[in-house]
């Protein structure tokens, strides 16, 4: 991945998936744009990291000519998105890589707990941000006339076009909402499935510009809300879960990163517009 930019978002915490992604990517060679938004960690049960922690031991992991870049915003703020992307951008001048990493934890519920601001804040900050900031990346990489399309089109001089290897690689995050219930996630799990759902369609129209965009699906990763003194939920039968899983364990941040990051490379490139599960058989077991 050398001469490659990425910019992952949601890089807040050394024990993130965020984190895990822009480590292996720099210790592939690629300039890493990390975003963060501290604010949403001090809320949680888990709480913030220290962010000079989080840059220092990135930094460390960058190989010769590679370069590293940080920036907080909310994104949950439509404004604040496209600044981020230029700010990415001007790192190195160019953006190859963009993964939407960014999630909100907190303040969900069942169904009988929904309320109009719980669901939008999910929504802006899970899906609606997701989206917009693949539009703008995908803008760095084309000239297409940006009018509005109607059901069907195609994106102006995109079609036919061939490409010898993608021109940019977008990665989203889903979660397990497909593969079995998510009590007490709905406006989490709602905008997940959202992402999931509609992968096909944006992975279709960004193939025209060269632009491969896979979905992953980290399955249950322990990022500290698996921790008992950190935990935001119910650890009661946890123990009898994890000693059904076939691999003895659940996920570690670098589990889903070694995935992404191999995605990201030229054997990935094959590998298109997918929702993959990478789980250790949890759904299985």
């Given amino acids: 991945m050398h001469g490659q930019t990425a910019l992952v978002t949601g890089v807040s915490r050394r024990r993130g ?17 990390i975003h963060h938004y501290s604010p949403h960690d ?9 962010l000079s922690g989080v840059v220092g031991e990135l930094q ?36 190859d890589i963009l993964v939407c990493n960014q999630a909100k934890s907190g303040g969900d519920g069942s169904i009988l707990d929904m309320t109009p601001e719980a669901l939008d804040a999910f929504w802006d900050t899970n899906t609606r941000s997701t989206l917009l900031l693949t ?67 944006v992975a279709a129209e960004l193939l025209e510009l060269g632009i491969v965009l896979n979905t ?29 899983q076939p691999f003895g364990r659940f ?7 070694k995935l992404i990051s191999w995605l990201a490379t030229d054997d990935g490139a094959w590998i298109v517009g997918q929702v993959l599960t990478s789980d250790g058989g949890f759904y299985l077991a």
């Avoid at 249950?220 to 000693?243: C, I, N």
């Fill in 17 to 33: 998936i965020g984190f895990a992604v822009a480590r292996a990517f720099a210790r592939l060679g690629a300039s890493v744009f």
């Fill in 42 to 50: 001090e809320d949680q049960p888990w709480g913030a990291d220290d």
């Fill in 60 to 95: 460390a992991e960058l190989t010769e000519g590679a370069v590293l870049g940080e920036m907080s915003a909310d994104l949950q703020d439509t404004e604040q998105i496209q600044p981020l992307v230029d700010a990415a951008h001007a790192l190195t001048g160019s953006l």
């Fill in 135 to 201: 539009r703008a990346f995908a803008l760095l990489k084309t000239d297409v006339p940006t009018e509005a399309a109607r059901p069907g089109d195609r994106l102006g001089s995109g079609h036919g076009k061939k490409f010898s290897k993608p021109t940019g690689r977008v990665f989203w995050m889903t979660s397990g909402q497909g593969h079995g219930p998510m009590r007490g996630e709905v406006a989490y799990a709602t905008s997940k499935a959202a992402l999931a759902g509609v992968t096909a369609t």
């Fill in 216 to 244: 992953v699906n980290p399955g249950p990763v322990d990022t500290g809300y698996l921790t008992p003194d950190a935990t935001d939920r119910s650890l009661e039968g946890v123990q009898e879960l994890l000693d059904a």
């Fill in 251 to 257: 996920g570690e941040p670098a589990d889903p990163a």
